[in-house]
């Protein structure tokens, strides 16, 4: 009997199209795979529409489409067509790079309910920089346009030690825009962020003054603008529940086909992903060694296993676990009950010591571009984390 027919195991809600890992920007935080020049092949429009026809089939209901920059696909008015008519909530998930006014009209004719823009400061300075382009004055347009189209718009901001201070010029331009949300995400350490940890790691105090200034915003504009400040999880003691829990609503697909359930899955050794190239999206759901691998409770070791807490959090997130204990198997060490929380303590100690530097000498930013990629890619091929391979990668940056 397998897993669906024993009717444990939910269908999937979300389904991510990353339609591209090609992107003209090249921020120093994104979650990208850093070795994604390992993985340059791209579906086609047909398999897209095979991939979004079997998904819907089994249940889910968002569509989110993603990249890399997904404007860099011309099929990307066809597959949101597609989607909508199938009867997907969808969503575009974008720098706005290429977002031009021709498109939003194709795009709105095309029916995408949603759009989520990306901006890295309300400084051009800041946002040029970390995203390594001069893209700012063009996002600023690209988000007018956006309202003068009628989206609904999230404006989405990362923020770190360089731009948590300007927490309230980033709220101030997302009402200048009129963006109905506001996400002010808290740098992951995953991917090309992970690499530049060092760099980007906030202090203490820089995140509770931050709540403080968007406490105070919310009870300035209520309804008008829905903030979203999300901690990261280096300064907590209880891990989230990351992707809902693995295999339970999350089905991302990488512009090659492969089927993760998660983001960054592709960080973590002894998997290999079932691709929808050759493989069902039913069968890659219900019965793939790579999404039952941490389904549920049974893989889970001690502390997790006995834990009173664990439906609350899964265990926390599998990719964390790996990138700071080396198995992704052990408990999320963001948990102060993990024998391993320590290492995260470490860190947290030492970005209070550090001081923001543009220039420097022990770890220089990697900008996520095809160069850095293939020299972390060589790096990771020899067993090194990436925290490792910044110090090596000096001379690779522009
Ligand atoms: Fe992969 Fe959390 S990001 S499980």
Same mark, same amino acid.
């Given at each position: ?53 079997? !998904? ?117 331009? !997302? ?49 008008? +603008? ?77 502390? +997790? ?11 926390? +997130?599998? +990719? ?31 970005? !209070? ?37 910044? !110090? ?7």
């Amino acid at each position: 009997m397998t897993a669906r027919d024993q009717g444990v195991i939910a269908p999937p809600l979300w389904l991510l199209a990353e339609l591209t890992y090609r992107c003209p920007l090249h921020c120093a935080f994104c979650y990208n795979p850093v070795n994604y020049t390992d993985h340059s092949s791209e579906l086609t429009t047909e398999q897209w529409i095979g991939v979004l026809r079997e !998904a819907r089939a089994l249940g889910a209901a968002q569509l989110g489409f993603s990249g890399g920059e997904p404007l860099l696909r011309d099929d990307l008015e066809v597959l949101v067509r597609e989607g909508r008519q199938l009867g997907f909530y969808t969503n575009l998930i974008t720098s706005g790079i290429g977002l031009t006014d021709k498109r939003l009209d194709a795009l709105k004719d095309a029916g995408l309910d949603h759009i989520q823009l990306s901006f890295q400061d309300s400084t051009q300075e800041l946002n040029d920089f970390l995203s390594s382009t001069r893209t700012f004055d063009l996002k600023n347009r690209v988000a007018k346009s956006i309202k003068a189209h009628g989206f609904p718009m999230v404006l989405n901001c990362v923020l770190h030690r360089y731009n948590l201070p300007h927490v309230d010029k980033i709220i101030d331009m !997302a009402l200048a825009m009129g963006a109905e949300y506001l996400e002010l995400a808290n740098t992951q350490y995953y991917g090309w962020a992970h690499a530049n940890r060092a760099q980007l790691m906030p202090t203490a105090g820089q995140l509770r003054e931050a709540e403080a200034v968007v406490e105070r915003y919310r009870e300035k504009i209520g309804h008008r +603008c829905k903030i979203y400040f999300v901690v990261p999880d280096y300064f907590e003691t209880r891990p989230k529940k990351c992707m809902n829990g693995w295999g339970s609503v999350f089905l991302g697909v990488a512009p090659d086909g492969a089927a993760l359930p998660c983001h960054t899955a592709r960080s973590l050794p002894g998997l290999s992903f079932p691709n929808v190239k050759d493989t069902s999206v039913r069968d890659i759901w219900y019965e793939s060694d790579a999404f039952n691998r941490f389904r549920g409770f049974d893989w889970m070791k001690e502390p +997790c296993r006995s834990c009173e807490e664990k439906t609350i959090d899964a265990g926390g +997130c599998r +990719c964390q676990a790996y990138l700071l204990t080396g198995d992704p198997a052990n408990a999320d060490p963001v948990c102060d009950k993990s024998p391993h929380h320590e290492t995260v303590i470490n860190v947290v100690k030492r970005a !209070a010591g550090a001081a923001v530097q543009r220039e420097p000498e022990e770890h220089p930013i990697v900008f996520r571009n095809d160069t850095n990629s293939r020299r972390l890619a060589a790096l990771k091929t020899r067993g090194e984390p990436d925290h490792h391979n910044v !110090a090596d990668l000096a001379g690779a940056r522009k």
